[in-house]
Structure formats: structure tokens, C-alpha cells
């Protein structure tokens, strides 16, 4: 997606913004596919709260982990110790849990893309992929999601309406990408939309503000055919430079 700092296009095209019907009032969750490579054993440091959903008795400490593909199935390795919790799933769900008052709260791996550590809230869910590789989805409220797109798309340098027009449009494209059906939903490269991953506040207090002035709007026009306002499905950008 490409930076956003006009919205005309998008005007002439009678679309409106407005929230989201009531039936729809808790956050969608986003799932998405996070740049690790091909690899078939991937890192992933616990800073958190966390359980894994396929052995809710096996404790999950803040520590570094490895996840392997062993034989057709995903193993969980401490990797100080080589010691192996957790062998022989089809998937690895770190699930997260309410935070604990004064303590960080998120998961990091290595991201390609951003060719560094990356931090994320929300799950943290392995796959083994078609090709014998593994597969990694953050899944994460939409609302959760939208603050590491615009840090990542646009960044803090532009005007506050510039991003709240970019997080309007951007929880459009998300959402139209939402699947109950599918493994992931998005990408994290600009493919679909770029994602930071976890961004705090005092990181991005322009990007937080414009996603919570904006929450649960998005871009509809009026369909003729239908009698009725239809939620925007293709979106136009103008970029600067």
C-alpha cells in the first residue's frame, strides 16, 4: 500500500466514512503473515503472558524458544537448554494473556523484511507449509493491527489528517482481506500492506491517536442497484513525491 496523503479519488467516487453496524462491535481479528524466510526452525522470544493452545499444561516462561519441523511435526525447544517441551503438533498457537501490571507483554522474531527482531502483540501461530517450511501468523485485533500499518506505511511525518485518511482506508483493506476460511489473511510487506509488528505510543503517539480517532470507520458508497451504502472495495491512493 502506498502512502496516503489525499483522499480525493475516493471522493469522487461518493464514499463516505462511517463506523461499522453494531453487529460487528468487537474488533475483527486480523491474521497475518509474518516475513521469516524459508526456513524450517525459527527463534521466538517470550516477553509475556502466553500459553501454547495444543498444551495448555506445559508452562511457557519468558524465555527464548525454537520452534523446529521434526518428522512431519512442529517441536518447541528451550533454546538455552536444547531441552524439548512440546513435539509432534500440526500447529504451535502462543496464545496471549492479560498482561501483567508493569511488564512488557508481546513476542519477537527475526523478520526478513525488516531484517531485524521484530515485536508483536497479540498470537503467534506455526504452521508447516506446502513446502516443508514453516509458516508464521500473527493474529491480531484489527484495531491492535492498524497502529504498526501506519508506522510502517507512513510513519509519524505527516499530519495528523494525512494518517487518520490512511487508517481509514487501510482498516478497508484489511478487513476486505479478513477470512474465516484461511490460514492468514495479509501479508507484511507493501505485496498487501507494510506492518511493523508491536508499536507503542511514545513510538508512534501521531499513529495511535489517528487509529483512535478513526476507530470502526470505514469507506462505504452508495450502491444505486442495491438501495444502499456498500463498503469500499477498491481503493485509490495519492502518494507525495
Request: proline fraction near 2%.
Amino acid at each position: 500500500m502506498k502512502k496516503i496523503l489525499m483522499l480525493f479519488m475516493i471522493c469522487l467516487c461518493a464514499c463516505i466514512a462511517i463506523p461499522l453496524s453494531a453487529q460487528a462491535a468487537t474488533s475483527p481479528i486480523c491474521k497475518v503473515q509474518l516475513s521469516i524466510g524459508s526456513v524450517t526452525s525459527l527463534d521466538i522470544a517470550i516477553d509475556g503472558n502466553y500459553y501454547v493452545k495444543e498444551s495448555e499444561k506445559t508452562a511457557i516462561d519468558r524465555r527464548t524458544y525454537t520452534v523446529k519441523i521434526v518428522n512431519d511435526y512442529l517441536s518447541l525447544y528451550e533454546k538455552s537448554t536444547g531441552k524439548c517441551v512440546i513435539s509432534g503438533k500440526s500447529s504451535l498457537s502462543f496464545v496471549l494473556c492479560k498482561a501483567t501490571s508493569g511488564k512488557n507483554n508481546y513476542a519477537s522474531v527475526y523478520n526478513t523484511y525488516w531484517d531485524s527482531n521484530v515485536k508483536y502483540s497479540g498470537n503467534m501461530v506455526f504452521y508447516i507449509s506446502s513446502k516443508d517450511t514453516l509458516t508464521l501468523v500473527n493474529q491480531i485485533y484489527l484495531e491492535d493491527y492498524l497502529p504498526g500499518v501506519l508506522y510502517g506505511e507512513v510513519g509519524e511525518g505527516f499530519n495528523l489528517e494525512a494518517i487518520k485518511a490512511q487508517a481509514v482506508i487501510a482498516r478497508n483493506f484489511a478487513r476486505n482481506k479478513i477470512s474465516t476460511s484461511s490460514v492468514y489473511d495479509l501479508g507484511d510487506t507493501d505485496n498487501d500492506q507494510v506492518y511493523k509488528g508491536l508499536v507503542t505510543t511514545s513510538q508512534a503517539p501521531k499513529c495511535h491517536q489517528a487509529v483512535s480517532e478513526t476507530k470502526d470507520q470505514y469507506l462505504y458508497y452508495y450502491d444505486e442497484d442495491a438501495g444502499k451504502n456498500v463498503m469500499a472495495t477498491d481503493l485509490f491512493y495519492s502518494s507525495s513525491n
